[in-house]
């Protein structure tokens, strides 16, 4: 296996890609950009080119530029985002597969601290479609009922994004946002820690991980928290219950605090043990891996 790194999205040794296009018996190209681009125009005769797609590219434009004759697979992570391909590309079906993301549930599968059961966690709050305003909703409804609720954050902050950052919207968004953690029923009950690979050891005091956000393509937090044994909370984002049970999803903030409210009274150590063996079943590092290794050797249908 050899990797062609490349500089910036846009930016790379072409004579160094061309000698790994000619190389190469496949080629997996993560982000349908403008490597997806550049190898789909160099492949070689027969070897076999794979790419895969998230939701930024297929807003940005590159598809329409890919020469999707020459790629074998389109791999997107959601059966949502397999049909949005579809729509917004024109892709035959036949080159668009499903592969979700991995998640290492052995690494992330570590015991709970006591009192996990009444920490909530977010992890990635940008940009604003993430909605942490939505998570502090939760937070609130639960703390009108038991104190000891709290919540976690564990992300970059938006203005470490300047893509993020020099939209004024966003800025106002954050603004309003950061004002209300500041002060209120919510002052000292939300704690904000550093974005980093430490996961793992950060799950283990989170009971409850959130996921409010307006759009996902997946959105890996919930299945991280899942293999940790603690329980994910949804709000209906379009594809979500194409990807996560149904019983994880509510209708409102309000509803997802009941949910939570009453599994962490009884039942709390169950549904957390239920969704760590789902999880395995189907986001699982063996059965992911089991599937890209299909694909990679061409024994996928």
């Known amino acids: ?90 892709w035959p079906q036949e080159k668009l597969v499903t592969i979700p993301n991995w998640v290492d549930d052995r690494q992330l599968d570590r015991p709970k601290v006591p009192d996990a059961r009444h920490r909530l966690g977010m992890i990635g709050i940008a940009p604003s479609r993430k909605r942490l305003d939505l998570g502090l909703d939760v937070l609130e409804a639960l703390r009108s009922r038991d104190p000891r609720w709290r919540l976690s954050v564990k992300s970059k902050m938006p203005w470490d994004y300047w893509w993020i950052w020099n939209k004024p919207e966003e800025r106002a968004h954050y603004d309003a946002v950061l004002r209300r953690v500041q002060s209120g029923p919510l002052e ?76 962490a009274a009884d039942g709390w150590e169950e549904a957390g043990e239920q969704a760590r063996d789902r999880l395995r079943e189907t986001f699982g590092l063996d059965t992911v891996r089991a599937a890209w290794t299909e694909l990679v050797t061409g024994s996928a249908p």
């Not at 072409?14 to 993560?30: F, G, K, M, T």
């Not at 996921?211 to 899942?226: I, N, V």
């Not at 379009?238 to 409210?261: F, L, N, Q, V």
């Open 1 to 90: 296996m050899r990797v062609d790194a490349w500089e910036a999205l846009a930016r790379h040794d072409a004579a160094a890609s061309r000698d790994l296009a000619a190389w190469a018996d496949v080629v997996v190209v993560e982000w349908c950009g403008p490597a997806a681009v550049w190898y789909s125009r160099h492949k070689r005769r027969g070897s076999r080119l794979l790419v895969r797609l998230h939701r930024f590219e297929l807003y940005a434009g590159y598809p329409s530029q890919v020469d999707i004759d020459a790629v074998d697979r389109v791999v997107c992570v959601s059966p949502h985002y397999n049909r949005l391909t579809r729509e917004r590309t024109g």
């Open 188 to 263: 000292d009950a939300v704690v904000f820690d550093d974005f980093g690979p430490d996961v793992a050891s950060w799950l283990r005091r989170i009971g409850f991980v959130l996921s409010t956000s307006d759009d996902e393509s997946f959105h890996l937090a919930p299945a991280e928290g899942m293999a940790s044994g603690a329980v994910p909370a949804l709000l209906p984002w379009p594809g979500a219950d194409a990807i996560y049970e149904r019983r994880w999803i509510h209708d409102s903030p309000e509803a997802m605090a009941d949910a939570i409210a009453a599994l």
